[in-house]
């Protein structure tokens, strides 16, 4: 057994075990440990291990120091030992019912498209802030709704457009970070690659023949650059002496990586965006009511499957390349088709838990949280779940007919989504919206199911 390995296991023994942990990181030469319960952990027990050269305790956090270029391979062995939590049944109907789901319909590329999706997550809160902000300069632009505050106050305008702006200016370097931490490289070492296929002298050099072009591939080129990095980083870690690691390891990384990047990876991005985001462009653009309707009606198996996560990135290229994306509300009119076919099955029930289950997961799923209705009403009664997906494709149809397209790339749903709607189609949008909800409400109510017993 490697000797980073062991160590791990006995400190993950030394802390209390896994369940113990709250967080797990570490710095050049340091292992930090933050724990729940600090009298499960005995200092000076693990001070005797091998390979512990110190123990630190700064705040909450314990430091083990093992030196450098061990730090992280130790840290990378306990991440490895730790188990994934599981959803406990007693925890409430709506988890279980969800970790079942997850459990029974999950697809084998589900974990790997987590993982993807993992990278954007953080992001969320940045394109919701994004998205409203650049709505809102378009309502005060027209003049027919607020008059001429735009230009009588073209400073504010010009300021609000730089605070709606900036997480795309810096979004492949935001990839960067993240992707490197989730696939378990150097955060730091991400922002570089990132950073590299991004500048602007890139422009200034040419490779057979042409001159390279900053920033192509986007995000998809981003996310191939990084994920090489990271495996590279660990692959130097394992057979690099400990002593030359620290040193060595970033600068071999930064230059095999980078290089690749210019060579095949920018290139290979460059296509794979370019794909992503005229194809999805092309399919709703010319496949109309059909194309819509198929997009929504199926997003709400993909969410069981997990395949939706792989939607991710193809939203933000589209954000990028386009400046809108006209996907986003097309699948968001799964989550209404959810809201009709709920409130079908409060009308038809006579179980008074179903009914307080429901009325407390509506107005979350009105605001576009569409979870607690799926997993806590309508799949587990079947019928109210197929009900929803085809009230979703009506409100599909509606959307992809009007050429709908919202601002931001994903993170809003539901009715507030309408906030972030391109100038013109805000009501085209309200009536796909309402069209989802009477269209799931209507095929649940004729489809009917089974009222359980209380």
Not at 24 to 49: G, I, W
Not at 116 to 139: E, H, M, R, Y
Not at 443 to 451: K, R
Request: charged letters at 15%; one cysteine or more.
């Amino acid at each position: 057994m490697d000797k980073s390995v062991r160590l791990a296991e006995a400190l993950l023994r030394g802390i209390g075990g896994s369940a113990n942990i709250l967080r797990l990181e570490n710095c050049m030469t340091r292992v930090r440990v933050e724990v729940s319960d600090d009298s499960l952990l005995h200092p000076d027990d693990l001070r005797q291990l091998d390979g512990i050269k110190g123990y630190v305790k700064q705040g909450s956090q314990h430091q083990f120091i093992v030196g450098p270029g061990a730090a992280a391979k130790v840290t990378d062995a306990m991440h490895a030992l730790i188990s994934s939590p599981v959803a406990g049944a007693g925890v409430g109907d709506v988890t279980h019912n969800k970790a079942q789901a997850k459990a029974r319909y999950r697809a084998p590329l589900s974990d790997a498209l987590r993982q993807l999706a993992n990278v954007f997550i953080p992001l969320i809160p940045a394109f919701i802030a994004s998205g409203l902000i650049t709505g809102l300069i378009n309502i005060v632009k027209r003049p027919d709704v607020v008059g001429d505050i735009a230009t009588q106050y073209p400073n504010v305008i010009g300021l609000l457009a730089i605070f709606g702006s900036a997480v795309f200016t810096i979004m492949n370097i935001l990839v960067g970070v993240n992707t490197a931490k989730v696939f378990g490289g150097s955060t730091a070492l991400g922002g570089v690659m990132a950073g590299i296929l991004s500048s602007p002298a890139l422009a200034q050099i040419t490779l057979f023949g042409e001159p390279l072009v900053p920033g192509r591939g986007g995000v998809i080129a981003v996310l191939l650059v990084v994920v090489l990095m990271c495996w590279i980083e660990k692959r130097l870690r394992q057979h690099l002496p400990e002593s030359l690691e620290l040193i060595l390891n970033p600068l071999l990384t930064t230059l095999i990586t980078a290089s690749l990047a210019i060579l095949l990876l920018q290139p290979l991005g460059g296509m794979i965006s370019d794909v992503i985001a005229h194809g999805a462009t092309l399919a709703i653009d010319r496949g109309g009511v059909l194309v819509g309707a198929v997009l929504a009606g199926t997003f709400l198996p993909l969410v069981l499957t997990g395949l939706h996560q792989g939607m991710v990135p193809i939203h933000v290229e589209l954000v990028q390349a386009h400046g809108y994306n006209a996907l986003l509300p097309i699948l968001a009119m799964a989550g209404v088709g959810q809201v009709g076919a709920s409130l079908a099955v409060l009308m038809k029930t006579r179980n008074a838990r179903l009914k307080k289950l429901v009325k407390g997961a509506l107005p979350v799923g009105i605001l576009g949280v569409g979870e607690p209705l799926i997993f806590g009403v309508t799949l587990p009664l079947g019928r109210p779940f197929i009900a929803a997906c085809l009230g979703g494709a009506i409100g599909g149809a509606v959307i992809s007919y009007a050429k709908v397209a919202t601002l931001i790339t994903f993170g809003l749903s539901g009715l507030p989504l309408a906030l972030t709607i391109v100038a013109g189609k805000v009501v085209m949008y309200l009536t796909g919206w309402l069209a989802a909800v009477i269209g799931g409400f209507l095929f649940a109510w004729f489809m009917g199911f089974n009222d359980p017993e209380e």
